[in-house]
């Protein structure tokens, strides 16, 4: 095989490589596996129909008094999850602030597809970041959330758990960007370690700022590690200002290839995730402008677009789905 066909052929073998990898739970190559023994359980979740929520009441209540705040791992969760409740409030005459925890600096895949390269590179990584960050402004923009109400805190993408656990006190390295501190210039805290005692430090002062009267975070059960660290973040924050009624959930990575169908179909409710099951997640439904505005946010992500479009768009459906327990009932109870 010539030699220019040969590195084609591993490219593009390398490619399918991370997709398969991708696929199975989108860079939770293990996620696929916790699943398996709970499929059954996970099928009947994913057949039981959520409560509706017309009016929004039994979600929250939404009016000009409402301060919303959205906590993103990454740049394009907030609108994945939430892009229809956030265009709510602002419609109502609240407010809306988002903070993104990571930049999305530590994606192998994007690395590949976005930046033809087969190897770690920090500087593309922070260029990535960067090329992210400018993605999460357009696409909140454009769902009406105020520049200044944008809070990006650095920190590392695939190293949130490790920052609530191993690295609570003694700063994480990312393999990704190398660094040991908050990298970005346009950070809230630029220069801040990468503890997990900094990072609470960071969120608390985030939510001095914001004040929310309703904060949508990750559920401790999405199937990506930065997500469910993302929770547990929001969940301590919340316990230690006794504000836990102001929290509500929502899922991305929800196990099994869900989404399901992945791809556009705007006329379908999001179904609930294997992984949620026991969350009884309320369906809030967007109108069709609120749709219409989500799916152009979605595609603001052009890098994301790149990489895995099927998976982002399953999340344009008429609904969005938020519960009000951080984990299911029947846990606790046990
Ligand atoms: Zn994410």
């Not at 939430?82 to 993104?100: E, H, N, P, T, Y």
């Not at 975070?217 to 230690?240: K, T, Y």
Request: glycine share 8%; hydrophobic share 40%; aromatic share 8%.
């Amino acid at each position: 095989m010539p030699r220019a066909h040969l590195h084609s052929a591993i490219f593009a073998s390398l490619v399918a490589m991370l997709l398969t990898v991708a696929v199975a739970g989108v860079g939770n190559a293990g996620e696929a596996a916790a699943n398996g023994a709970a499929s059954k359980a996970a099928r009947t979740a994913a057949t039981t129909a959520p409560k509706r929520s017309d009016s929004s009441t039994d979600f929250a209540r939404i009016d000009a008094t409402t301060t919303l705040l959205v906590v993103s791992p990454h740049p394009d969760d907030e609108t994945l999850c939430c892009a229809g409740a956030i265009q709510r409030v602002l419609k109502a005459g609240g407010r809306v602030s988002v903070v993104w925890l990571t930049s999305g600096d530590g994606s192998e895949l994007s690395m590949l597809i976005v930046e033809k390269s087969l190897f770690i590179n920090s500087d593309k990584l922070r260029d990535l970041a960067a090329r992210r960050m400018a993605e999460a402004r357009a696409a909140t923009s454009l769902l009406g959330v105020p520049a200044a109400q944008q809070f990006f805190l650095g920190y590392p993408d695939r190293g949130l758990l490790l920052l609530m656990t191993d690295n609570y006190a003694t700063p994480y390295h990312s393999r990704f960007t190398g660094a040991t501190s908050v990298p970005y210039a346009t950070a809230l805290f630029p220069g801040d370690p990468y503890t997990g005692q900094s990072l609470e430090r960071d969120f608390d002062a985030v939510l001095d700022r914001v004040h929310p009267t309703l904060v949508l975070a990750p559920s401790p059960e999405d199937g990506h590690p930065d997500h469910r660290a993302s929770g547990i973040l929001a969940i301590r924050a919340l316990s230690h200002r006794n504000e836990l009624a102001k929290g509500r959930y929502w899922i991305v990575h929800g196990g099994e290839g869900w989404p399901s169908p992945r791809g556009y179909y705007p006329d379908i409710p999001l179904n609930p995730p294997p992984r949620g099951k026991g969350l009884d997640p309320t369906a809030f439904v967007l109108t069709d402008d609120e749709q219409t505005r989500k799916l152009q946010a979605v595609r603001a992500y052009k890098t994301q677009m790149e990489v895995m479009s099927s998976f982002l768009l399953a999340f344009v459906r008429t609904t969005e789905l938020y519960s009000a327990l951080p984990v299911p009932a029947a846990v606790s109870k046990k």
